[in-house]
T-cell receptor, first 116, second 112 residues
Framework: EAGVAQSPRYKIIEKRQSVAFWCNPI?????LYWYQQILGQGPKLLIQ????????DSQLPKDRFSAERLKGVDSTLKIQPAKLEDSAVYLC??????????????FGPGTRLTVL | SQQGEEDPQALSIQEGENATMNCSYK?????LQWYRQNSGRGLVHLIL?????REKHSGRLRVTLDTSKKSSSLLITASRAADTASYFC????????????FGAGTQVVVTP
């Protein structure tokens, strides 16, 4: 089966600019996650969707970050405006249905963002 | 959810040797997962062990769980250069709804 797809793979922007990342989860997966991974650290959960509803966005900096999952499939994560400290890899993951207790998450290749 | 803490931070071994890394956590869990991250394949799920299990095997991987000590270990036997990666543990409670709180990981380097 196809894995989690993400685009773009790399993005370089200047501070105060806007950027958007796209994620297509594994077909049939109800739960979708966005993580931020700063160099040398483990991934940090930003937001979790169950179908098209938000389950947890407690660690999402809502003044500049937004995410949506229309129709419960694809998702986009946006940063507006970007700061230098947003430089990181943004990982998207999906799982079959966390509500059913299937906890294994499948990760995409990530988008490496560099903010200059 | 809660963060797992991996130990050691870094590990350097030669091919054929075994690698052991540990994970500690703070409160009761439903299960604990191990993930691997390398540049070639990204972040990949390795194994899940439930709180009522004490040991689990998958190929060259062996995971143990001691809920009384709130700790887990991952053993890689007969390591290969391809095992070079960062390894993360992620404890999970039933109320965390799938949230994984990764620690900084153990960086393993396997030299030929």
């Amino acid at each position: 089966e196809a894995g989690v797809a993400q685009s773009p793979r790399y993005k370089i922007i200047e501070k105060r600019q806007s950027v958007a990342f796209w994620c297509n989860p594994i077909s049939g997966h109800a739960t979708l996650y966005w993580y931020q991974q700063i160099l040398g650290q483990g991934p940090k959960l930003l937001i979790q969707f169950q179908n098209n509803g938000v389950v947890d966005d407690s660690q999402l900096p809502k003044d500049r970050f937004s995410a949506e999952r229309l129709k419960g499939v694809d998702s986009t994560l946006k940063i507006q405006p970007a700061k230098l400290e947003d430089s990181a890899v943004y990982l998207c993951a999906s799982s079959l249905d966390v509500a059913q207790g299937t906890d294994t998450q499948y990760f995409g290749p990530g988008t490496r963002l560099t903010v200059l | 959810s809660q963060q797992g803490e991996e130990d050691p931070q870094a590990l350097s071994i030669q091919e054929g040797e075994n690698a052991t890394m540990n994970c500690s956590y703070k409160t009761s869990i439903n299960n604990l997962q191990w993930y691997r991250q390398n540049s070639g394949r990204g972040l990949v799920h390795l194994i899940l062990i439930r709180s009522n299990e004490r040991e689990k095997h998958s190929g060259r991987l062996r995971v143990t769980l001691d809920t009384s000590k709130k700790s887990s270990s991952l053993l890689i036997t007969a390591s290969r250069a391809a095992d070079t990666a960062s390894y993360f543990c992620a404890p999970m409670t039933t109320d965390s709804w799938g949230k994984l709180q990764f620690g900084a990981g153990t960086q393993v380097v396997v030299t030929p």
